[in-house]
Nanobody
Framework: QVQLVESGGGLVQAGGSLRLACAAS????????MGWYRQAPGKQRDLVAT???????NYADSVKGRFTISRDNAKNTVSLQMNSLKPEDTAVYYC???????????WGQGTQVTVSS
């Protein structure tokens, strides 16, 4: 069974940087969309950034200019470089991969990011 394994979360001061990484433990063919979502305590899970297999990216307005998503199609990995972190970025971050055919969404277990003021 394929699992997404995340790494790179932790505690950082405001203004600092973290890099999240996510890799599939097995082989997933034809992933067309990868991304990151986050969920703060008491709030819904929200999109942070996505990237298509062609390299097109989409970002939440709150992270534009600070976060950068990238992927390695050959390795089925996706990363999120987070700079100029703010306390409001504190959340559990979830990796996401979508297989179009047959359709299936894969989710990671989540990694905690805490930004102190």
């Amino acid at each position: 069974q394929v699992q997404l394994v995340e790494s790179g979360g932790g505690l950082v001061q405001a203004g600092g940087s973290l890099r999240l990484a996510c890799a599939a433990s097995g082989t997933i063919f034809s992933i067309n969309l990868m991304g990151w979502y986050r969920q703060a305590p008491g709030k819904q899970r929200d999109l942070v950034a996505t990237i298509t297999n062609g390299g097109s990216t989409n970002y939440a307005d709150s992270v534009k200019g600070r976060f950068t998503i990238s992927r390695d199609n050959a390795k089925n990995t996706v990363s999120l470089q987070m700079n100029s972190l703010k306390p409001e970025d504190t959340a559990v971050y979830y990796c996401y991969m979508r297989r179009p055919l047959p359709p299936y969404d894969y989710w990671g277990q989540g990694t905690q990011v805490t930004v102190s003021s």
